[in-house]
């Protein structure tokens, strides 16, 4: 079936620094990316999104990459601070409005 | 975005019995999901709640366990059935809102041990 890899499992990075996790999917129909935060107890949040007509996207400290091509996108998150720390999950969607999630990452944002 | 409340937020139940899970959203919304999230794992979609019609079920869900119900636009409901302890889990259900029909945004999650 249809599936979305995501990598790292986990990542740890000094404050300050810049973080990246990379998700895969598979299914070529796929249109619409979406990057979740979920803090310990606490519901998944939409941080940010991109569409497939759009290569790149950015919200202040949050960027995310889209490569059509190669079937995998990205999200880069700048300066990191202690309340980035989190677990994220990407997501891919397509016409049928279901998400194929990925395995998520926690990032651990040290001192 | 739409506000989702859930009911109740948590619970402790016996094995055997049924739980019921409420999801409320304060506008009408297009799509309602339902999902289990195991702690320190990913979200599985259980079903698509479907308005004035039965739910679709993902593979390995079935309508006898988990039957689900959603009479209007703005209300839902997961009942899980005949619990045993593998059924010990977070249950989320997400809404897409009227101007979009993919970006998913999550209720705050019943979190149910079943001993």
């Known amino acids: 079936g249809e599936n979305v890899e995501q990598h790292p499992s986990t990542l740890s990075v000094q404050e300050g620094d810049s973080a990246v996790i990379k998700c895969t999917y598979s299914?070529?129909?796929?249109?619409?990316f979406p990057w979740y935060k979920q803090e310990l107890g606490k519901r998944p949040q939409l941080i940010i999104d991109i569409r497939s007509n759009v290569g790149e996207k950015k919200d202040q400290r949050i960027a995310v990459t889209l490569n059509k091509t190669a079937k995998h996108f990205s999200l880069h998150i700048t300066e990191t601070q202690p309340e980035d720390s989190a677990v994220y999950f990407c997501a891919a969607g397509s016409s049928n409005y279901q998400l194929i999630w990925g395995a998520g990452t926690k990032l651990i944002i040290k001192p | 975005s739409a506000v989702i409340s859930q009911k109740p937020s948590r619970d402790i139940c016996q094995r055997g019995t049924s739980l019921t899970i409420q999801c409320q959203v304060d506008?009408?919304?297009?799509?309602m999901f339902w999902y289990r999230q195991q702690p320190g794992q990913s979200l599985t979609l259980i079903a698509t709640?479907?308005?004035?019609?039965?739910?679709?079920?993902e593979s390995g869900f079935v309508i006898d366990k988990f039957p689900i119900s959603r009479p209007n636009l703005t209300f839902s409901t997961l009942t899980v059935s005949n619990m045993s302890p593998e059924d010990s889990s977070i249950y989320l259900c997400s809404v897409t809102g009227q101007g979009s029909t993919d970006t998913q945004y999550f209720g705050p999650g019943t979190r149910l041990t079943v001993l």
């Open positions: 506008s009408q919304v297009t799509m």
């Open positions: 709640a479907n308005q004035g019609s039965e739910a679709t079920y």
């Open positions: 299914d070529s129909a796929s249109n619409y």
